[in-house]
């Protein structure tokens, strides 16, 4: 296995992001399977930005602490990052900054003579990594013209100084493998969203979830899509009721202190039936917490969100590809079962870029709901043994449709008969056996590693990364649920036939999904929780799985 | 075919009240633009909670009963999805102008194509009675049995410098004034918003004041902002001065939902759309 | 045992509340417990109100369905409850408005010949009852006197004529037992709060919690508190929050979509450490619901609101006396651990009223918390093994108090550093171990019935009423868990110790305190769960539980 | 003992940024404040999130680093629990103009007596580049590619008609100006909303047309309503209009927390007054 790891950092502001991405798309171009984690604080210029690019030959989903190539722009990098340095790594820096052992690179000067601007420092390193990692100049120069939208000459001959300044150091072997789209987790639901046919997405910016409103907004002219930035959460909920009301399929995103702000019109759409699908991107909490670093410590807020009772699908994919198929099939499940649906994500899959293998996905495409029944008068909430009444939006020929959020009788007038309230309270509820049989269909829980190991890794979420790998290595197998609600009590006890030990793994300080599965009886013996913001990287992971498994 | 516009719902406001007063005036609207051949499969009525709100279970047009304070983001969405619908509010002076004051402002600001009617009763009627944000200084309500210390505000100017481009005020005694309004309100394009003096029969029943102290405005140009500024300061919704009823402003402005179209895409375009995205991230 | 029923039924603003207030508080100089139980629907006037009243020589905590008395102000009362009554049944009534068999009383007639207003014709209607229930006029009249500020002598002879009008049927003696003062279950706790020192109170009306904020804007100037209605309920958490910050205790009230709008703020306070009492009032959900009926729906909601993990009180009061306790020990506890106090109530509770058994609750008064430990410069979130840091508020001479949402170091100053995040973190979750410790030392469980039974009910709020009536004639226990985080789980297993059968009783569709019980390992044979927004009568649950057990 | 007044944690702000400008203007005026004989453990600061609110980090004095959108909520506890304190809010403008609006126009109804410092760079900052509602028509963020197509509002109008008595508009590159209007903000006794013209370097840098364009508020009388706003109207913040900068409205009113005391009850008088209490309801 072809295995290598690129780490460049710098101060915000420098474009590591931007940096980490031309690198992920040149080792693409190479052939290989990549991953690429961003770790940076709440600013936007000065502070330590590093960008995390691991390349393999095998598909990947976690970064590993070792690096064989270190691309400095300032000191901070060579001097928070030297620990992961061996004497193999390649140290590329840029000399004008930055002091170090390695191949220094006059950087500043070069990109002023060439006349580019100071953002360029970037195309100068990467064009020395290049050279270092052996890459042929005819890649380097393809990828930075498909990358760099503008002032590309210049750009191309301050990569190529840079190209020329270092030798050659660890080659990294072209490989005869396919080419993979790169996206981020925030992308690939983007994509998944519009693949089931969205119509309409609302948000308000707020990390880590704002990428997916950036993305949105930008390719919203090629997908007659309506993005929508309104005043507040309150009113992105909302609005998305009233959308959804008026025929638009409608996803919101936010994270955790806007999804508070959600959480009065979540309970509305649980009572109108109107569908709606929350992107919920997890941050550090509580309160503002960590903005920029990852965490899952929502699970439970998400699970029981709202006042009074009423279903809902919780999905949390873990990998590029359930991020795109989940993300379709939430909101088709939104509007097939007239309850809400959460994509629940943590930072470290929404902004963590993945190569995404189309061969691993089946598109969804847009599903047909049941529409009304044709009977008149329309009624919204018509009995029906699923509870799932057949659905019609507004406009409707000679029909009038009232969406409610009191109790309501079967044409959506308020009620307070004592029948009819707890006969609308089992029409809602009834729904939820529909909507496990057909989660039961969809492979709700995935596995990975040995599958006949006795001892199981038990993850959620991007976590799925990592432990497949350690789990690999170890010979232990990985269960993932990637429905949460309603839980896939079946598929799950599948999955631990033949399980003795069970090992969480969860970026959490209380066990979430610990405490879910207990709830359901089901005995988990150890738990490796972190809480710092920072996911496991290999390395860290695999040493944590052997002390507890020795 | 023109429809039954009164449902069977049980009627439950207390006699007297004036919530009667704008479900008749609407009803008498919808017919009149039925028969002038709108088809009310295109009306969308949402409201708030609060005595006011009943009128979604009232009325038998499409509604969206919705949250206290909220009723304007679901129009909102209900006008962004769907900018050939007609989207009328009713929400209440609680709900508009405490709960969710914010909304209001922003659907000014984008001037968006709805019709903003609230039933200004100055004071929480369904629940029993405390003061909201237009009622007067020394308002004894059961949160402030002592009287509020605070003046109220005056909607009509927060209305106008938000860049609402109809404002109008009216009242439920005056009923031909609150059809005219009422029509003339939901017939401009851009956000239309309405402040029905509301007469409150049992916790608020100012009927002898208003109607003592009401007029209505004349050679009043509602084009010239400066003269609406001026008329609606004239009464500050606390102080015993004349209070002028009428459209105080009016303009034409784009809005915000002309942006979009009605209809989503074809799920070959979509996949293509797709394919070619993804192909650019190879 | 002496035991009586009285229904008196009206439309919607004619004070059917108050008179029932009224017959509680003659019964109650008669020397009688008692309970009343107010059955409104969400309007002005009209409808249909009644209110049930039972008055016992043991103490009670639930209804009848059966009663002795039914007084009819409108044609409804006797339709709808007819039911009720059995031949022995008095059937008091209008006679110029309804038409039915029994004593009429030509009430309008008599009102308008005295002078009255229409509201004065409760006044008649109970002037009859004291006749037909055999109460001496100088009961009556003392009662009326204390019950009526205005026109007392006009409402007199209007009773005295009601009185005069009819026979005594069933009359209900004298005993010679104790006057307790009659509390709804909001004026408890508000009077709990204040017993803890309450400062400020904060709310925004939301049934059935408006009468917390009616009760504490009435006697704020007996009790030097500062009662704000703000524009809406996020602004309450908010402000409640920068008044603790600044010394006040304070306490906020709300219902469910209230609760929603609070829950960021709720998780602010879960990072700022700041102190804030909630008190959340249960009413029929999702969403708007049935906002004047009861219901359980919420407990899972209140135990994960809030983005992020931290801890918090989540404290559900049953009865009087607890409801009173309770309040005063969640707002002291809130200070002690500078951790949200959740008081969850329903609506039964809110708004039934009951006789307050002051030998029964011990004063708990205002506890002073550990205040800054004297170092300087002060660190707000200073490390201490029990995770509580000496709380000081603003002003603090020569010092600075510095609260932050974000993750921060002892002195509050932003961080991002991986070690301080975690340090943060379980500094905060550190607390719940002492939490649980002060809990356990207050029982948190309490039990009824027969303390020997192998067959229990388990219930929480105001279920323990009618559970604990139905147990003690039927030979079973009954559990109450009064507080439900954190769990303690010791003073519960010593509960269930001896249980062979454990039937959970619950105002809901889902079973959430079985469900929380179940998280823990315990088994929940049989639940019997009621969703209609009415609470069950003794009969009802008598029903149940005996079909349950056999 | 004049304390330092600026914490040692890291100052992460862009270079060039507009809130150096604040935070330097901040620290001199409470200096100023201390020698003048003013306990500052007695002034408390109230920020929001966004790159503003770092203010709190920065500044050594009492503060609460709130959530987005609410430091007018904090601050108002504060002040009413504490009515001797000087409270002050940063605030950013996608944090008091959107996500809170509504707190803004309750605090100037209120006439609580807070000061309220809006960072206004008109644009989201640490979330890299949205619009906000004083961003100009047609401003390209990272939400709106294509450009925006809502006007901004004019918060200063905003401030006005919702009851505010002191308003002030300044800007980060008029040192000496800034320093003026805060202290001036400061002692004003009611709700006081300064209005920071504060350049972006980053997302939004408006020194060339702020410095061409800003001019000083000369003759004019702060008392007088109309004149002010008359002169709020002159730029939109969208045009591109003179800007004036000064105060430009402020007169004398009761304010909300006067009828406030600060400290609570006596344990015994407590015990008392519910014990009578509950004797009135037996
Ligand atoms: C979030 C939330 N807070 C509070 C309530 C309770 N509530 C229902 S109606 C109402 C006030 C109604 O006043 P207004 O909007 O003026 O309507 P009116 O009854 O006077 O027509 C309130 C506070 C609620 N339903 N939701
Ligand atoms: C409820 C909520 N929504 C969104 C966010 C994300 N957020 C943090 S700062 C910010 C905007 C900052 O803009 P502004 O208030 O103008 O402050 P600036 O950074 O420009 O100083 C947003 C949207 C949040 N923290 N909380
Ligand atoms: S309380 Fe007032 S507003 Fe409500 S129905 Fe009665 S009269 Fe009308
Ligand atoms: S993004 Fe703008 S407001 Fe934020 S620190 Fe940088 S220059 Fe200042
Ligand atoms: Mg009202
Ligand atoms: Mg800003």
Redesign the pocket.
């Known amino acids: 296995m072809n295995d290598y790891s690129i780490l460049i950092g710098g101060k915000a502001g420098e474009g590591i992001n931007r940096a980490g991405s031309v690198i992920v798309r040149i080792l693409s171009h190479l052939g290989y399977c990549q991953y690429m984690y961003y770790d940076y604080p709440s600013l936007i210029r000065g502070g330590h930005n590093f960008a995390l690019v691991r390349a393999s030959t095998h598909r990947i989903g976690t970064h590993r602490n070792a690096v064989e190539f270190l691309l400095a722009l300032d000191q901070d990098t060579v001097d928070v990052h030297r620990w992961r340095c061996s004497d193999g790594t390649a140290v590329l820096f840029n000399a004008n900054k930055v002091d170090a052992e390695g191949m220094g690179i006059p950087i500043d000067d070069i990109v002023e003579e060439e006349g580019g601007s100071s953002v360029m420092v970037n195309t100068c390193l990467i064009g020395a990594f290049g050279r270092a990692a052996g890459i042929p100049w005819a890649t380097m120069e393809e990828v930075l013209t498909l990358e760099i939208p503008k002032k590309i000459e210049t750009n191309l001959r301050i990569a190529r100084r840079g190209y020329d300044a270092v030798e050659e150091q660890t080659p990294i072997p072209r490989q005869e493998a396919a080419r993979h789209p790169i996206l981020t987790g925030n992308e690939a639901i983007g994509l998944g969203l519009l693949d089931a046919g969205l119509d309409a997405y609302v948000a308000y910016p707020m990390t880590p979830s704002s990428g997916l409103l950036h993305f949105l907004a930008g390719v919203a002219g090629d997908f007659a899509l309506k993005v929508i930035h309104p005043e507040n959460e309150i009113a992105v909920m909302l609005m998305a009721q009233g959308a959804a009301y008026a025929g638009a399929r409608t996803a919101v995103g936010t994270s955790g202190g806007g999804f508070c702000l959600m959480t009065e019109g979540l309970s509305m759409a649980g009572m109108t039936e109107v569908p709606v699908t929350i992107v919920m991107a997890q941050r550090g909490g509580p309160s503002t917490g960590t903005p920029t670093y990852t965490a899952q410590g929502d699970l439970h807020f998400i699970l029981n969100a709202g006042q009074g009772e009423f279903p809902r699908f919780v999905i949390s994919p873990g990998n590029i590809e359930q991020a795109y198929e989940w993300s379709a099939r939430a909101l088709n499940l939104s509007w097939k079962y007239q309850v809400p649906s959460i994509l629940l994500e943590d930072k470290t899959l929404a902004e963590g870029a993945y190569s995404f293998d189309r061969d691993m996905t089946t598109p969804v495409g847009r599903e047909a709901v049941a529409r009304r029944d044709g009977g008149s008068p329309y009624r919204r909430y018509a009995a029906t043994e699923t509870g799932v009444s057949p659905l019609a939006t507004v406009p409707l020929e000679g029909e009038v449709i009232k969406a409610n959020s009191y109790h309501h009788d079967e044409r959506g007038i308020t009620t307070e008969d004592p029948a009819l309230v707890a006969w609308l309270n089992e029409k809602r509820m009834r729904k939820e056996d529909a909507m496990l049989e057909e989660i039961d269909r969809l492979s709700p829980v995935t596995t990975a590693g040995d599958g006949s190991a006795d001892t199981a890794l038990l993850c959620w979420g991007s976590n799925i990364g990592v432990c497949a790998e350690v789990a690999g290595e170890a010979g232990l197998k990985v269960i993932q649920p990637i429905v949460l609600s309603p839980f896939p009590v079946q598929a799950f006890n599948t999955a631990l036939e033949n399980v003795t030990v069970l090992i969480a793994v969860e970026d959490n300080i209380t066990g979430q999904l610990t405490r879910l599965v207990e709830g359901l009886g089901c005995c988990v013996d150890d738990a490796i929780l972190r809480y710092d913001g920072r996911p496991f990287s290999l390395e860290e992971l695999r040493e944590q799985v052997r002390e507890v498994v020795a | 075919m023109s429809r039954q516009l009164i449902t069977d719902a049980k009627n439950?406001?207390?006699p007297?009240?004036?919530?009667f007063a704008i479900q008749h005036t609407l009803k008498d609207v919808l017919g009149e633009m039925e028969e002038q051949g709108r088809s009310l499969d295109d009306v969308v009525l949402v409201t708030g909670i609060?005595?006011?709100g009943k009128m979604a279970d009232y009325l038998n047009i499409n509604s969206f009963y919705a949250i206290h304070g909220r009723a304007l983001p679901v129009a909102t969405g209900i006008k962004i999805a769907n900018p050939d619908l007609s989207v009328i509010c009713c929400a209440g002076d609680g709900d508009a102008y405490a709960e969710g004051l914010g909304h209001m402002i922003f659907a000014a600001k984008r001037n968006i194509d709805i019709t903003l009617i609230v039933?200004d009763?100055r004071?929480y009627?369904?629940t029993?009675?405390q003061y909201t944000p237009t009622s007067p200084l020394n308002f004894h309500g059961r949160s402030t049995p002592a009287g509020t210390v605070e003046k109220p505000f005056n909607p009509l100017e927060l209305a106008l410098v938000s860049g609402a481009t109809f404002i109008a005020r009216t009242y439920t005694r005056w009923l031909d004034h609150l059809r005219a309004t009422l029509r003339d309100a939901i017939d401009h394009r851009g956000f239309s918003f309405v402040d029905v003096l509301?007469?409150?029969?049992?916790?608020?029943n100012m009927t002898k004041p208003y109607t003592a102290r009401a007029y209505e405005l004349e050679d009043h140009d509602p084009g010239d902002f400066d003269a609406a500024c001026e008329t609606m300061r004239e009464w500050d919704y606390s102080s015993d001065a004349p209070i002028a009823l009428g459209t105080f402003y009016r303009t034409d402005a784009s809005t915000f939902d002309e942006k979009f179209g009605n209809g989503g895409q074809h799920e070959e375009e979509r996949k293509e759309a797709i394919a070619a995205l993804l192909d650019q991230r190879v």
Chains 1, 3 share one sequence.
Do not use: E, K
Request: charged residues 0%; hydrophobic residues 20%.
């Open positions: 439950t406001w207390c007297g009240c004036g919530n609060g005595c006011h039933h009763n004071v009627g369904l029993t009675g509301q007469i409150c029969a049992t916790y608020y």
